[in-house]
């Protein structure tokens, strides 16, 4: 791998976007790098992932505009499709993904950063969706996941005017769920992947499914979502573990995954 980093830290893997001349702008082969690297996750052994971007000063600067700028209609639309794809595989990613946004997060940064579960932040973090003055509009489903996660208002705001907005603002409108010094956001991200990889995983996992599935339908089916997902928990040895272990008034042994 030219571009991406991968590394595992007990159940934790973290991955890096690692093309700092370009400030990690995301490129046809960063794409293809990151899209092997998540075929490549132990997902029996990993709980929880961690993406972020080399370097102090970005997370992802955007799609690569010098790529860009030659592409045909055709190539524009293989490449987008491309990226699509990419960010549909983290959204739904069986195991949870932790944005660690170390900078900026414009374009396609701020929008493979909505496509993790959680995102959290640096101090020296700017979002934004500068597409417009690109003369183009977000393509990699920043029109849809901005709007679902800061409301229409603000997404309008930011989307239309190709304004950038800093952490502060970022986590006040919850685009973001915590900032940080720079230096301690790699520590906050490895803690919260922490905490969740000591919870039972196919329970976690549901819950990412139910929570993501259920948004794209009515409660009605939402609810039916919830009911197979909470049902799919029973039978499995972290279920009676977890029920045990409250039961006989001692800790969680480990949860196993099984
Ligand atoms: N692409 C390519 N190179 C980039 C880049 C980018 N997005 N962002 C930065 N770089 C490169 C710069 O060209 C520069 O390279 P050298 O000149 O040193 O070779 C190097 O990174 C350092 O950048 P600067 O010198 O500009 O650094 P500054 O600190 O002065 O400024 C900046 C940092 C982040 C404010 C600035 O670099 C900047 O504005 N970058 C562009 C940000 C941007 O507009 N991003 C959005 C890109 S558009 C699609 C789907 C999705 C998309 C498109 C199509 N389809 C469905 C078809 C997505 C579009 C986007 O993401």
């Known amino acids: 791998m030219e571009f991406i980093t991968y590394e595992v830290e007990g159940q934790i893997g973290i991955i890096t976007i690692n093309r700092p001349k370009a400030l990690n702008a995301l490129n046809s082969a960063v794409l293809d790098e990151l899209d092997k690297t998540l075929d ?5 052994a990993i709980r929880c992932l961690i993406l972020t971007g080399a370097g102090e000063k970005s997370f992802v600067a955007g799609a690569d505009i010098g790529e860009m700028s030659t592409l045909t209609k055709a190539e524009g639309e293989a490449f987008g499709k491309k990226g699509n794809d990419v960010f549909r595989k983290l ?25 993790c579960d959680i995102r959290i932040c640096s101090e020296n973090a700017v979002f934004g969706q500068p597409e417009v003055g690109l003369g183009i509009t977000p393509g990699f489903g920043g029109t849809q996941r901005l709007a679902r996660i800061v409301g229409t208002g603000k997404a309008k705001e930011m989307i239309y005017g190709a304004r950038n907005i800093k952490a502060e603002e970022a986590y006040r409108i919850g685009l973001v769920n915590n900032v940080y010094p720079t230096e301690e956001l790699m520590p906050a991200a490895k803690k919260l992947a922490s905490t969740i990889a000591r919870n039972a995983p196919i329970a976690v996992r549901n819950c990412k499914r139910a929570i993501n599935e259920g948004l794209q339908v009515d409660m009605d089916q939402a609810i039916v979502i919830e009911e197979k ?11 009676k573990e977890g029920m045990t272990a409250f039961l006989e008034k001692r800790k969680v042994e480990a949860f196993l995954n099984k």
């Open 91 to 115: 959204e739904t990613f069986p195991i949870p993904v932790i944005a660690a946004v170390n900078g900026f997060a414009l374009g396609g940064g701020c929008e493979i950063s909505m496509s």
């Open 40 to 44: 490549a996750v132990d997902q029996e």
């Open 229 to 239: 997902l909470f049902g799919n928990c029973f039978e499995t040895y972290d279920q």
